[in-house]
Protein backbone atom coordinates (compact mmCIF):
# COMPACT_ATOMS: atom_id res chain seq x y z
CA UNK A 1 0.00 0.00 0.00
CA UNK A 2 1.37 4.00 -0.84
CA UNK A 3 0.71 5.61 2.12
CA UNK A 4 2.40 8.54 0.65
CA UNK A 5 0.26 11.72 1.64
CA UNK A 6 0.48 13.09 -2.00
CA UNK A 7 -1.40 10.06 -2.68
CA UNK A 8 -3.91 10.31 0.07
CA UNK A 9 -8.04 10.76 -1.68
CA UNK A 10 -8.73 14.46 -1.74
CA UNK A 11 -11.95 15.14 0.53
CA UNK A 12 -13.12 18.75 0.43
CA UNK A 13 -16.70 19.47 1.91
CA UNK A 14 -19.24 22.50 1.39
CA UNK A 15 -20.81 22.86 5.12
CA UNK A 16 -23.18 26.05 4.97
CA UNK A 17 -25.55 26.26 7.45
CA UNK A 18 -29.06 26.85 6.45
CA UNK A 19 -29.80 30.55 7.70
CA UNK A 20 -29.79 32.11 4.75
CA UNK A 21 -29.59 31.87 0.84
CA UNK A 22 -27.30 30.52 -1.45
CA UNK A 23 -25.22 33.83 -2.17
CA UNK A 24 -22.27 35.07 -3.82
CA UNK A 25 -20.17 34.52 -0.67
CA UNK A 26 -21.20 31.07 -0.18
CA UNK A 27 -21.78 29.64 -3.91
CA UNK A 28 -17.93 31.39 -4.58
CA UNK A 29 -17.18 29.00 -1.60
CA UNK A 30 -18.67 25.71 -2.64
CA UNK A 31 -17.19 26.58 -5.84
CA UNK A 32 -13.75 26.73 -4.94
CA UNK A 33 -14.22 23.70 -2.81
CA UNK A 34 -15.90 21.83 -6.24
CA UNK A 35 -13.24 23.03 -8.54
CA UNK A 36 -10.04 21.56 -6.31
CA UNK A 37 -12.01 18.48 -5.37
CA UNK A 38 -12.93 17.77 -9.59
CA UNK A 39 -8.87 19.05 -10.06
CA UNK A 40 -7.56 16.88 -7.78
CA UNK A 41 -9.70 13.83 -8.52
CA UNK A 42 -11.03 13.93 -4.89
CA UNK A 43 -14.68 14.56 -3.74
CA UNK A 44 -17.10 16.80 -2.16
CA UNK A 45 -19.24 16.74 0.80
CA UNK A 46 -22.25 18.83 0.90
CA UNK A 47 -22.81 19.22 4.50
CA UNK A 48 -25.65 20.97 5.76
CA UNK A 49 -24.60 22.75 9.18
CA UNK A 50 -27.95 22.83 11.12
CA UNK A 51 -27.28 22.29 14.68
CA UNK A 52 -28.79 25.82 15.28
CA UNK A 53 -32.29 24.58 15.38
CA UNK A 54 -33.77 28.03 15.92
CA UNK A 55 -32.12 29.80 12.67
CA UNK A 56 -31.84 26.72 10.68
CA UNK A 57 -34.98 27.05 8.14
CA UNK A 58 -35.71 24.13 5.59
CA UNK A 59 -36.38 26.73 2.43
CA UNK A 60 -32.52 27.96 2.62
CA UNK A 61 -31.56 24.67 2.75
CA UNK A 62 -33.77 23.84 -0.55
CA UNK A 63 -32.51 27.09 -1.91
CA UNK A 64 -28.86 26.21 -1.05
CA UNK A 65 -29.39 22.75 -2.85
CA UNK A 66 -31.40 24.22 -5.73
CA UNK A 67 -28.37 27.02 -6.08
CA UNK A 68 -25.83 24.45 -6.30
CA UNK A 69 -27.66 22.37 -9.14
CA UNK A 70 -28.42 25.37 -11.31
CA UNK A 71 -24.31 26.16 -10.94
CA UNK A 72 -23.61 22.91 -11.81
CA UNK A 73 -21.91 22.31 -8.67
CA UNK A 74 -21.89 18.69 -7.65
CA UNK A 75 -21.54 16.67 -4.72
CA UNK A 76 -20.53 13.47 -3.68
CA UNK A 77 -22.26 13.06 -0.40
CA UNK A 78 -25.27 15.26 1.36
CA UNK A 79 -25.22 15.02 5.38
CA UNK A 80 -27.16 16.71 7.99
CA UNK A 81 -25.53 17.51 11.00
CA UNK A 82 -29.55 17.23 12.95
CA UNK A 83 -29.55 13.77 11.51
CA UNK A 84 -25.64 13.09 13.56
CA UNK A 85 -26.40 13.95 17.21
CA UNK A 86 -25.29 10.60 18.65
CA UNK A 87 -22.01 10.32 17.08
CA UNK A 88 -21.67 13.83 18.64
CA UNK A 89 -22.45 13.22 21.74
CA UNK A 90 -20.07 10.28 21.53
CA UNK A 91 -17.38 12.22 21.01
CA UNK A 92 -18.48 14.68 23.54
CA UNK A 93 -18.38 11.64 26.31
CA UNK A 94 -14.90 10.86 25.07
CA UNK A 95 -13.56 14.13 25.42
CA UNK A 96 -14.95 13.92 29.04
CA UNK A 97 -13.63 10.96 29.46
CA UNK A 98 -10.06 12.05 28.61
CA UNK A 99 -10.05 15.12 30.70
CA UNK A 100 -10.21 17.35 27.53
CA UNK A 101 -13.57 18.42 28.84
CA UNK A 102 -16.08 18.77 31.59
CA UNK A 103 -19.59 19.35 32.58
CA UNK A 104 -20.39 22.63 33.94
CA UNK A 105 -23.42 23.79 35.83
CA UNK A 106 -23.96 27.48 35.18
CA UNK A 107 -26.64 29.62 35.51
CA UNK A 108 -28.74 29.77 32.38
CA UNK A 109 -28.38 33.11 30.32
CA UNK A 110 -32.45 33.49 30.08
CA UNK A 111 -31.86 35.11 33.73
CA UNK A 112 -34.72 33.64 35.06
CA UNK A 113 -32.48 32.10 37.64
CA UNK A 114 -32.09 28.41 36.34
CA UNK A 115 -29.25 26.36 36.03
CA UNK A 116 -27.96 24.44 33.06
CA UNK A 117 -25.51 21.59 32.27
CA UNK A 118 -23.03 22.98 29.27
CA UNK A 119 -20.05 21.36 28.16
CA UNK A 120 -16.57 23.41 28.21
CA UNK A 121 -13.90 22.53 26.86
CA UNK A 122 -10.13 22.39 28.97
CA UNK A 123 -8.18 24.98 26.83
CA UNK A 124 -4.73 23.84 27.41
CA UNK A 125 -3.73 28.04 27.06
CA UNK A 126 -1.34 27.26 24.17
CA UNK A 127 -0.07 29.05 20.51
CA UNK A 128 -1.57 27.51 18.06
CA UNK A 129 0.10 27.71 15.12
CA UNK A 130 -1.31 26.58 11.29
CA UNK A 131 -0.20 27.43 7.90
CA UNK A 132 -2.73 28.73 5.70
CA UNK A 133 -2.20 27.57 1.80
CA UNK A 134 -3.56 30.91 0.77
CA UNK A 135 -2.26 33.21 3.85
CA UNK A 136 1.08 31.07 5.30
CA UNK A 137 1.77 30.92 9.09
CA UNK A 138 -0.79 32.11 11.13
CA UNK A 139 -0.83 31.62 15.66
CA UNK A 140 -3.26 32.40 17.74
CA UNK A 141 -2.67 32.52 21.64
CA UNK A 142 -5.46 30.56 22.74
CA UNK A 143 -5.74 31.65 26.54
CA UNK A 144 -7.90 34.45 26.12
CA UNK A 145 -10.48 31.54 24.75
CA UNK A 146 -11.01 30.35 28.19
CA UNK A 147 -12.81 27.35 28.45
CA UNK A 148 -14.75 27.65 26.08
CA UNK A 149 -18.33 25.97 25.91
CA UNK A 150 -18.64 23.32 22.86
CA UNK A 151 -22.11 22.05 23.94
CA UNK A 152 -25.34 23.39 25.40
CA UNK A 153 -25.66 19.76 27.11
CA UNK A 154 -24.41 16.32 26.26
CA UNK A 155 -26.72 16.20 23.49
CA UNK A 156 -26.44 19.46 21.86
CA UNK A 157 -23.33 19.85 20.39
CA UNK A 158 -21.98 23.38 19.09
CA UNK A 159 -20.90 24.39 16.13
CA UNK A 160 -17.25 24.03 16.56
CA UNK A 161 -17.66 20.78 18.12
CA UNK A 162 -20.07 19.13 15.27
CA UNK A 163 -17.72 20.69 12.31
CA UNK A 164 -14.42 18.83 13.75
CA UNK A 165 -16.06 15.86 14.74
CA UNK A 166 -17.29 15.89 11.08
CA UNK A 167 -14.16 16.71 9.22
CA UNK A 168 -12.72 14.11 10.86
CA UNK A 169 -15.48 11.24 10.11
CA UNK A 170 -15.23 12.42 6.83
CA UNK A 171 -11.93 12.46 6.38
CA UNK A 172 -11.38 15.99 5.43
CA UNK A 173 -8.25 16.86 4.10
CA UNK A 174 -8.79 19.99 2.71
CA UNK A 175 -10.79 22.97 4.99
CA UNK A 176 -11.27 25.56 1.77
CA UNK A 177 -13.70 28.45 3.70
CA UNK A 178 -14.59 32.11 3.85
CA UNK A 179 -11.51 34.27 5.82
CA UNK A 180 -14.37 34.81 8.28
CA UNK A 181 -13.61 31.11 9.28
CA UNK A 182 -10.29 31.71 10.49
CA UNK A 183 -10.94 32.91 13.96
CA UNK A 184 -12.74 29.83 14.12
CA UNK A 185 -9.46 27.93 13.37
CA UNK A 186 -7.77 27.64 17.17
CA UNK A 187 -10.47 26.43 18.68
CA UNK A 188 -11.27 23.48 15.94
CA UNK A 189 -7.71 22.89 16.06
CA UNK A 190 -7.19 22.86 19.55
CA UNK A 191 -10.69 20.20 19.64
CA UNK A 192 -8.87 17.67 16.31
CA UNK A 193 -5.51 17.62 19.04
CA UNK A 194 -7.88 16.28 21.90
CA UNK A 195 -9.69 13.91 19.32
CA UNK A 196 -6.77 13.11 17.67
CA UNK A 197 -7.94 13.73 14.75
CA UNK A 198 -5.50 14.64 11.48
CA UNK A 199 -5.13 18.49 10.91
CA UNK A 200 -6.72 19.24 7.61
CA UNK A 201 -4.92 21.70 5.21
CA UNK A 202 -7.03 25.18 5.59
CA UNK A 203 -7.23 27.70 2.94
CA UNK A 204 -9.13 30.84 3.85
CA UNK A 205 -10.48 32.51 0.73
CA UNK A 206 -10.67 36.35 0.55
CA UNK A 207 -13.94 38.24 1.68
CA UNK A 208 -15.66 39.54 -1.50
CA UNK A 209 -16.51 43.04 -1.78
CA UNK A 210 -18.63 45.24 -4.03
CA UNK A 211 -17.00 47.43 -7.02
CA UNK A 212 -16.94 50.32 -4.00
CA UNK A 213 -14.98 47.78 -2.06
CA UNK A 214 -17.64 48.02 0.50
CA UNK A 215 -18.88 44.51 1.65
CA UNK A 216 -21.20 42.95 -0.26
CA UNK A 217 -24.90 44.59 0.53
CA UNK A 218 -28.66 43.48 -0.77
CA UNK A 219 -27.69 45.77 -3.86
CA UNK A 220 -24.77 44.14 -4.44
CA UNK A 221 -24.08 40.47 -4.39
CA UNK A 222 -26.49 39.53 -1.75
CA UNK A 223 -29.27 38.41 -3.62
CA UNK A 224 -29.74 34.62 -3.69
CA UNK A 225 -28.03 32.83 -6.84
CA UNK A 226 -31.26 31.57 -7.98
CA UNK A 227 -32.36 35.15 -8.41
CA UNK A 228 -29.74 35.11 -11.04
CA UNK A 229 -30.82 32.27 -12.76
CA UNK A 230 -34.81 34.12 -12.75
CA UNK A 231 -33.21 37.27 -14.02
CA UNK A 232 -32.11 35.20 -17.13
CA UNK A 233 -27.74 34.77 -16.40
CA UNK A 234 -26.69 31.61 -17.39
CA UNK A 235 -24.64 29.46 -15.19
CA UNK A 236 -21.55 29.61 -16.52
CA UNK A 237 -21.42 32.95 -16.47
CA UNK A 238 -22.09 33.40 -13.13
CA UNK A 239 -19.63 30.10 -12.37
CA UNK A 240 -16.72 32.29 -14.42
CA UNK A 241 -17.38 35.46 -12.61
CA UNK A 242 -17.15 33.90 -9.16
CA UNK A 243 -14.01 31.47 -9.86
CA UNK A 244 -12.58 35.01 -10.83
CA UNK A 245 -13.17 36.46 -6.82
CA UNK A 246 -9.49 35.76 -5.68
CA UNK A 247 -8.28 33.35 -8.26
CA UNK A 248 -6.80 33.79 -11.54
CA UNK A 249 -5.38 31.62 -14.13
CA UNK A 250 -1.96 33.02 -14.21
CA UNK A 251 -2.13 34.50 -17.88
CA UNK A 252 -4.61 36.60 -19.84
CA UNK A 253 -7.78 34.08 -20.29
CA UNK A 254 -11.00 35.56 -18.92
CA UNK A 255 -13.90 34.05 -20.62
CA UNK A 256 -13.48 30.66 -19.30
CA UNK A 257 -15.92 27.05 -19.20
CA UNK A 258 -15.71 24.71 -16.13
CA UNK A 259 -13.36 22.46 -18.05
CA UNK A 260 -11.01 25.13 -18.35
CA UNK A 261 -11.11 26.72 -15.09
CA UNK A 262 -11.30 23.09 -13.08
CA UNK A 263 -7.85 22.25 -15.53
CA UNK A 264 -6.63 25.86 -14.68
CA UNK A 265 -7.31 25.40 -10.90
CA UNK A 266 -4.88 26.18 -8.25
CA UNK A 267 -5.36 26.24 -4.64
CA UNK A 268 -2.07 28.49 -4.60
CA UNK A 269 -3.57 30.62 -7.58
CA UNK A 270 -5.71 32.28 -4.56
CA UNK A 271 -4.89 35.64 -3.65
CA UNK A 272 -5.52 37.19 -0.54
CA UNK A 273 -7.67 39.55 -1.53
CA UNK A 274 -9.05 41.29 -4.85
CA UNK A 275 -12.19 39.49 -4.55
CA UNK A 276 -14.34 41.72 -5.91
CA UNK A 277 -18.15 41.20 -7.19
CA UNK A 278 -19.19 43.00 -9.83
CA UNK A 279 -22.96 42.91 -11.71
CA UNK A 280 -21.67 44.75 -14.81
CA UNK A 281 -18.85 42.54 -15.07
CA UNK A 282 -21.27 39.70 -14.46
CA UNK A 283 -23.40 41.30 -17.33
CA UNK A 284 -20.04 41.13 -20.05
CA UNK A 285 -19.29 37.23 -18.98
CA UNK A 286 -22.62 36.65 -19.62
CA UNK A 287 -22.60 38.32 -23.05
CA UNK A 288 -19.69 36.54 -24.28
CA UNK A 289 -20.66 33.06 -22.79
CA UNK A 290 -23.76 33.63 -24.96
CA UNK A 291 -22.02 33.85 -28.00
CA UNK A 292 -20.23 30.90 -27.38
CA UNK A 293 -23.64 29.07 -27.47
CA UNK A 294 -24.53 26.83 -30.65
CA UNK A 295 -27.43 28.82 -32.09
CA UNK A 296 -30.12 25.75 -31.07
CA UNK A 297 -28.95 26.01 -27.61
CA UNK A 298 -29.18 29.76 -27.52
CA UNK A 299 -32.62 29.30 -28.67
CA UNK A 300 -33.66 26.24 -26.30
CA UNK A 301 -32.07 28.00 -23.57
CA UNK A 302 -33.63 31.71 -24.49
CA UNK A 303 -37.08 30.24 -24.34
CA UNK A 304 -38.67 30.71 -21.06
CA UNK A 305 -37.77 34.08 -21.83
CA UNK A 306 -39.53 34.52 -25.33
CA UNK A 307 -43.10 36.21 -24.20
CA UNK A 308 -45.89 34.27 -25.48
CA UNK A 309 -47.26 36.66 -27.29
CA UNK A 310 -44.41 36.25 -29.53
CA UNK A 311 -44.25 32.89 -29.69
CA UNK A 312 -47.52 32.86 -30.78
CA UNK A 313 -47.19 35.30 -33.57
CA UNK A 314 -47.78 34.18 -36.87
CA UNK A 315 -44.92 34.66 -38.10
CA UNK A 316 -42.84 32.93 -35.67
CA UNK A 317 -41.05 29.96 -36.16
CA UNK A 318 -38.18 28.40 -34.26
CA UNK A 319 -35.90 28.92 -37.50
CA UNK A 320 -36.33 32.39 -37.28
CA UNK A 321 -36.24 33.00 -33.42
CA UNK A 322 -32.48 31.65 -33.33
CA UNK A 323 -31.49 33.96 -35.82
CA UNK A 324 -33.55 36.70 -34.37
CA UNK A 325 -32.15 35.59 -30.63
CA UNK A 326 -28.33 35.17 -32.29
CA UNK A 327 -28.12 38.65 -34.54
CA UNK A 328 -29.46 40.47 -31.11
CA UNK A 329 -26.81 38.33 -28.81
CA UNK A 330 -24.00 40.81 -30.87
CA UNK A 331 -25.07 43.54 -29.15
CA UNK A 332 -28.71 43.79 -27.34
CA UNK A 333 -28.92 40.82 -25.65
CA UNK A 334 -26.71 40.54 -22.17
CA UNK A 335 -29.10 38.50 -20.26
CA UNK A 336 -32.03 36.78 -21.39
CA UNK A 337 -34.49 38.86 -19.35
CA UNK A 338 -33.50 41.44 -21.73
CA UNK A 339 -35.69 39.72 -24.70
CA UNK A 340 -39.22 40.20 -22.95
CA UNK A 341 -37.97 44.13 -22.49
CA UNK A 342 -36.65 44.25 -26.08
CA UNK A 343 -39.86 42.57 -27.22
CA UNK A 344 -42.01 45.32 -25.58
CA UNK A 345 -40.30 48.16 -26.48
CA UNK A 346 -40.53 47.10 -29.89
CA UNK A 347 -36.81 47.42 -30.26
CA UNK A 348 -36.68 43.86 -32.88
CA UNK A 349 -40.58 44.02 -33.93
CA UNK A 350 -39.18 44.42 -37.72
CA UNK A 351 -38.68 40.98 -37.83
CA UNK A 352 -42.42 40.18 -37.35
CA UNK A 353 -44.41 42.88 -39.01
CA UNK A 354 -43.55 46.32 -41.36
CA UNK A 355 -41.77 48.63 -39.35
CA UNK A 356 -43.41 52.71 -39.67
CA UNK A 357 -41.47 55.30 -39.89
CA UNK A 358 -40.54 59.00 -40.94
CA UNK A 359 -39.69 58.84 -44.57
CA UNK A 360 -37.20 61.63 -43.71
CA UNK A 361 -34.73 58.46 -42.20
CA UNK A 362 -34.96 56.83 -45.39
CA UNK A 363 -31.97 59.43 -47.09
CA UNK A 364 -28.63 58.93 -46.31
CA UNK A 365 -27.12 61.94 -45.40
CA UNK A 366 -26.81 64.91 -47.99
CA UNK A 367 -28.82 62.36 -50.76
CA UNK A 368 -32.46 63.46 -51.80
CA UNK A 369 -35.32 61.08 -52.42
CA UNK A 370 -34.20 60.78 -56.04
CA UNK A 371 -31.04 59.38 -54.91
CA UNK A 372 -33.09 57.13 -52.56
CA UNK A 373 -35.88 56.08 -54.61
CA UNK A 374 -32.92 55.15 -57.75
CA UNK A 375 -30.91 52.94 -55.08
CA UNK A 376 -34.06 51.16 -53.99
CA UNK A 377 -35.39 50.31 -57.33
CA UNK A 378 -31.45 48.93 -58.56
CA UNK A 379 -32.00 46.95 -54.92
CA UNK A 380 -35.08 45.52 -56.01
CA UNK A 381 -34.19 44.23 -58.95
CA UNK A 382 -30.59 43.15 -58.08
CA UNK A 383 -32.40 41.09 -55.08
CA UNK A 384 -34.91 39.79 -57.37
CA UNK A 385 -32.68 37.75 -58.75
CA UNK A 386 -31.19 35.69 -55.85
CA UNK A 387 -33.54 32.82 -55.65
CA UNK A 388 -35.31 32.58 -52.71
CA UNK A 389 -33.94 29.21 -51.47
CA UNK A 390 -30.68 30.57 -51.55
CA UNK A 391 -31.72 33.94 -49.74
CA UNK A 392 -29.28 34.30 -47.26
CA UNK A 393 -27.23 36.99 -46.15
CA UNK A 394 -24.34 36.10 -48.10
CA UNK A 395 -26.20 35.53 -51.31
CA UNK A 396 -27.90 38.92 -50.45
CA UNK A 397 -24.44 40.86 -49.49
CA UNK A 398 -23.06 38.96 -53.22
CA UNK A 399 -25.85 40.20 -55.17
CA UNK A 400 -25.72 43.61 -53.71
CA UNK A 401 -22.00 44.18 -53.04
CA UNK A 402 -21.03 45.30 -56.51
CA UNK A 403 -23.23 48.08 -57.01
CA UNK A 404 -22.84 49.61 -53.41
CA UNK A 405 -19.41 49.57 -53.81
CA UNK A 406 -19.46 51.81 -57.01
CA UNK A 407 -22.32 53.95 -55.63
CA UNK A 408 -21.61 54.27 -52.37
CA UNK A 409 -22.12 51.82 -49.62
CA UNK A 410 -23.99 54.23 -47.15
CA UNK A 411 -25.71 55.66 -49.90
CA UNK A 412 -27.10 52.59 -51.06
CA UNK A 413 -27.35 50.12 -48.10
CA UNK A 414 -28.58 53.01 -45.53
CA UNK A 415 -32.22 53.34 -47.36
CA UNK A 416 -32.22 49.48 -47.80
CA UNK A 417 -31.57 49.35 -43.96
CA UNK A 418 -34.43 51.45 -43.01
CA UNK A 419 -36.71 50.17 -45.56
CA UNK A 420 -36.06 46.93 -43.49
CA UNK A 421 -36.30 48.00 -40.14
CA UNK A 422 -37.79 51.09 -40.06
CA UNK A 423 -34.55 52.36 -37.52
CA UNK A 424 -31.10 54.04 -37.81
CA UNK A 425 -29.39 51.47 -35.70
CA UNK A 426 -30.27 48.16 -36.64
CA UNK A 427 -28.16 44.84 -37.53
CA UNK A 428 -26.99 44.82 -41.27
CA UNK A 429 -29.15 44.64 -44.31
CA UNK A 430 -28.16 41.62 -45.25
CA UNK A 431 -28.96 39.65 -41.94
CA UNK A 432 -32.20 41.37 -41.54
CA UNK A 433 -33.30 40.34 -45.09
CA UNK A 434 -32.53 36.52 -44.60
CA UNK A 435 -34.39 36.59 -41.26
CA UNK A 436 -37.75 38.31 -43.09
CA UNK A 437 -37.44 36.43 -46.45
CA UNK A 438 -37.56 37.48 -50.06
CA UNK A 439 -41.14 38.28 -50.08
CA UNK A 440 -41.42 40.12 -47.07
CA UNK A 441 -37.99 42.29 -48.57
CA UNK A 442 -39.28 42.96 -51.94
CA UNK A 443 -42.46 44.05 -50.27
CA UNK A 444 -40.83 46.38 -47.95
CA UNK A 445 -38.67 48.10 -50.31
CA UNK A 446 -41.10 48.51 -52.94
CA UNK A 447 -43.06 50.45 -49.73
CA UNK A 448 -40.16 52.63 -49.26
CA UNK A 449 -40.24 53.44 -52.85
CA UNK A 450 -43.62 54.25 -53.09
CA UNK A 451 -43.58 56.65 -49.92
CA UNK A 452 -40.50 58.67 -51.26
CA UNK A 453 -41.85 59.01 -54.59
N1 LIG B 1 -21.34 26.40 8.61
C1 LIG B 1 -20.42 27.48 8.55
C2 LIG B 1 -21.06 28.67 7.86
O1 LIG B 1 -22.00 28.51 7.11
C3 LIG B 1 -19.15 27.15 7.79
C4 LIG B 1 -18.35 26.10 8.46
C5 LIG B 1 -17.01 25.80 7.87
O2 LIG B 1 -16.84 25.95 6.65
O3 LIG B 1 -16.15 25.39 8.59
O4 LIG B 1 -20.61 29.77 8.08
Known amino acids: MNTQETDKKIVVRFAPSPTGFLHVGSARTALFNYLFAKKMKGTLVLRIEDTDLERSEKHFEENIIEGLSWLGIEYDSFFRQSERKELYTRHIHSLIESGNAYISREQAKSGDGSEVEVVRFKNPNKVVTFTD ?141 GAIWNKEKLLWYNSEHIRLLSSTSRYERALPFIPSELRNHKDYSEEKMKKVITVLSEREIKKFSDIPHLYSGKFFSYFFEAPEYSKKILTFKEQNSEHTVLHLERVSELLESVTTSRFNANSVKEALWGYATENGRGEVLWPLRVALTGKEKSPDPFTVAEIIGKQETLKRISHAIKIST
Open 133 to 273: AIRREISFDTTDLEDFVIAKSITEPLYHLAVVVDDFEMGITHVIRGEDGISNTPRQILIQEALGAPRPIYAHIPLILGPDRSKLSKRHGAEPITSLRDDGFLPEAVINHLAFLGWNPGDEREVMKSDEIIEAFELGGIQKG
